[in-house]
């Protein structure tokens, strides 16, 4: 009586350990995989309550209870598992409900007939008292319903492992190790139910599930059971657009994913795997010996197929898989790299055609330098020759044919401007910064400019101290204040002034060039803010001018010294641009003075009063 009592009280403990893995498997429900181990946990748990109970009874109600109780599990466990190992294995997944209905239809048919056997006896057809040993209280003979229901959990335990032994040569190691445990997890309790068919009176199948449940849970924290399934991983494979193939240690391919099979259409005409790579990809040997040659390291190669829809590009690149530190296996992978391929082509042939376009604009610049400009400066020539003859004999042409020079003058500025931005751009310009006295720099651009200014009456001023000096190119210099100084001459109204003045902060001299002439209205001051050199409209009462071109090419010589040059503008008052350039105050008499006739002296020749 002690030993029933023990075997009760261990199959009570196995049905907790069950429900403890059923637990376990709670955790992980959004898996299919961990639901179903969920219901095999609680089907076998109450295998095991039900045995104990049967071990418990003393009268045969009693019996048929405890079997009622059991019959709640048995019909559905086989089954149950048989059906993990198809969610486990990602087999017929679109037909999975359907094939559910078939799978459960003689289990449930088993359960119902069991609940119902004392009207039909298909499951017992009867029940003895055993009157030589106290297991089990009563024998019984089995039915057809029982003989059908033995043979069907034989014949889904079989077709289980039919589906794990393919799956098995073509996984990785982990993957190889879960359905070690799910194939030992099904074997124990058959096991145990064999030994109760060769004559051993107690049934020891409930024992045989507590031994799947410590394998379950060992599955479930070694190698990670209910985290990662083969289907979940056959979907990463597929669903990776570049080409992975697996080898094993020993080189052979175990697996791969459908992108692969469009990079080596070789791996579909191979039917079983694994396959060593260099019997199945014999006729690239190149790429052999690339993936048996690697070292640990990750490594890439280009790779080349020829396709009859066009050739396709790849990097192959190998990749060693480690478990615990031990190298395991390899990973090929090929990145389809043709539209790159592609792409860098149309670099090179965009490159090609913006190399000819830059010379044939070169070929425009050379003509504009030599054709056009020259031409151009001997009509400068001849119409100030002219306009020196026509005004000495006072024709009554001579005011239009002063207009026709200042169109020509213009016209060649424009040309100068144009061929100095282009040297700019081009790096022809040559840059050799050396110190200056500003003060005569200024003086000689003036002097230069006094004449047009005459012409208006505008007062030319500067107010410079002597001692600055400024660290620039010398023609770089005289085209930034011959540019801004014409700008405000053309621009300021007869009888105005147009001042220079400069200021020494620490290394960098501002040089500023004022005047009260008509300002520059909201959408030129825009236009001059803008990098892109643009050609300004004529003016009203002015020829065509090209201000914001020579605006843009004096910022970028200002640039070129590290300084920067901005404006400020009133619209009927004046504008002031100023321009910074590195320099110093040497040693020497103070420049600046209030003394009137100083003054006077540095605004002769330099326009009118």
Not at 420 to 445: C, I
Not at 492 to 513: F, P, R
Request: aromatic share 12%; net charge negative; charged share 20%.
């Amino acid at each position: 009586m002690d030993q029933i009592k023990w075997m009760s009280l261990l199959l009570i403990l196995a049905a907790v350990v069950m429900i403890y893995i059923a637990f376990l498997s709670y955790q992980k429900r959004h898996l299919p995989v961990a639901r179903t181990l969920i219901l095999i946990m609680i089907g076998a748990s109450f295998y095991a309550v039900g045995y104990a109970f049967e071990l418990l009874s003393s009268n045969l109600q009693e019996v048929k209870l405890a079997l009622q109780i059991e019959y709640i599990g048995i019909p559905f466990i086989s089954t149950l598992w048989f059906y993990q190992v198809i969610q486990f294995t990602g087999t017929v997944s679109r037909y999975r409900r359907r094939l559910a209905l078939v799978l459960f239809f003689i289990p449930t048919a088993i359960f119902f007939l069991h609940l119902t056997n004392d009207w039909h006896h298909l499951i017992y057809e009867s029940y003895s008292l055993n009157k030589d040993a106290l297991i089990p209280l009563y024998t019984t003979v089995k039915g057809v319903g029982y003989q059908v229901h033995v043979l069907y959990n034989y014949f889904v335990l079989l077709c289980g492992y039919i589906l794990l032994l393919p799956k098995y040569w073509n996984s990785s190691r982990i993957v190889r190790r879960q359905i070690i445990v799910l194939a030992m997890a099904a074997a124990a309790p058959m096991l145990c139910n064999m030994f109760f068919w060769f004559g051993i009176v107690v049934d020891l199948t409930p024992f045989g599930f507590v031994a799947s449940g410590m394998l379950y849970v060992w599955g479930i924290l070694k190698f990670h059971l209910l985290r990662f399934t083969p289907i979940a991983m056959t979907q990463l494979f597929d669903t990776i657009r570049d080409g992975v193939v697996l080898l094993d240690d020993e080189d052979r391919i175990v697996g791969y994913n459908r992108a692969a099979e469009l990079v080596l259409p070789e791996l579909h005409t191979k039917k079983q795997y694994p396959a060593y790579v260099g019997d199945l990809l014999s006729h690239v040997p190149e790429l052999v010996e690339f993936i048996r040659s690697a070292d640990a390291w990750d490594e890439r190669v280009p790779f080349h197929r020829h396709k009859p829809e066009g050739d396709r590009f790849y990097l192959c690149s190998v990749t060693y898989i480690y478990d615990s530190d031990v190298a395991i296996g390899k990973m090929i992978l090929f990145y389809d790299i043709t539209q790159l391929k592609a792409n860098e082509a149309q670099l090179r042939e965009n490159a090609r055609q913006l190399s000819e376009l830059n010379a044939f604009k070169d070929k425009l610049f050379t003509i504009v330098a030599h054709d056009i400009r020259d031409p151009i400066a001997i009509l400068v020539n001849l119409t100030e020759l002219l306009g020196e003859e026509l005004a000495a004999t006072e024709d009554q042409h001579a005011e239009v044919f002063l207009e026709l020079q200042r169109q020509v003058q213009g016209t060649f500025q424009l040309v100068e401007n144009l061929l100095d931005w282009y040297r700019s751009q081009n790096g022809k310009v040559m840059f050799h910064p050396l110190d200056w006295n500003l003060q005569q720099v200024v003086y000689q651009t003036l002097s230069i400019a006094g004449s047009k200014a005459g012409l208006k009456l505008i007062r030319l001023t500067e107010r410079i101290d002597d001692r600055i000096t400024v660290s620039a190119d010398k023609e770089m210099l005289d085209f930034i204040l011959r540019n801004l100084i014409a700008n405000a001459i053309k621009y300021t109204h007869i009888g105005g002034w147009v001042e220079v003045v400069a200021t020494l902060e620490g290394d960098q001299v501002t040089v500023c060039i004022r005047d009260n002439g008509e300002g520059i209205d909201e959408l030129t001051a825009e236009l001059l803010r803008q990098e892109e050199p643009i050609f300004k409209a004529p003016a009203n009462g002015e020829e065509a001018g090209n201000t914001r071109f020579g605006v843009v090419l004096a910022r970028e010589f200002v640039h070129m010294h590290g300084g920067s040059l901005w404006f400020n503008s009133v619209s009927g008052e004046g504008s002031t641009f100023c321009f910074t350039l590195p320099g110093s105050m040497s040693e020497g008499r103070s420049g600046v003075t209030d003394d009137p006739r100083e003054e006077r002296r540095r605004e002769s020749n330099r326009g009118g009063r």
